[in-house]
């Protein structure tokens, strides 16, 4: 079993409706991918996340796989639960740096089955809470005031 922890640099989103099937059945998409800054000698890696509801009933114990481990532009996909979208675009929003970190079987070097996965932040103080537009307005209207 290996672990690959890596910094996220970039992200994107984007949100999908599927229709297919006899009878047919609609399936909800979101998806996630993320992007590594390009390291010395030229490695990138970018993780796709899939939420679909086609995986809330997903029974295997594999979470994704990790391809193209031979090459500098390395491909990691991972399948979760619709509901799972938010917790992890809220990350992305509201926290830096986030890292990326998953356990594989290395036992075909062709294509990874990745066990575990997970987004994670760096050390941060206690207390820190979420900034409020509001108070920092308030701040800003206080601070106008006693400059005239």
Do not use: C
Request: net charge negative; charged share 15%; aromatic share 16%.
């Amino acid at each position: 079993m290996a672990t690959i922890r890596k910094q996220i640099t970039q992200y994107e989103v984007s949100t999908a409706i599927r229709r297919s099937g006899t009878p047919v059945s609609t399936f909800y998409e979101r998806v996630i991918i993320l992007k590594t800054a390009p390291e010395y000698h030229g490695l990138t890696i970018t993780v796709t996340l899939a939420f679909a509801t086609s995986f809330n009933s997903f029974t295997t114990a594999v979470v994704g796989y990790y391809g193209g481990a031979t090459s500098f532009n390395q491909q990691v996909a991972i399948w979760l639960p619709v509901s799972e979208f938010q917790y992890y675009y809220d990350m992305l929003r509201n926290e830096t740096p986030v890292y990326f970190q998953f356990d594989y079987n290395e036992a075909n070097p062709l294509i990874y089955y990745i066990t575990n996965f997970k987004l994670t932040t760096g050390l941060e103080p206690t207390g820190e809470g979420a900034e409020s537009l509001s108070f920092r307005a308030l701040d800003n209207l206080a601070l106008q005031q006693t400059e005239a």
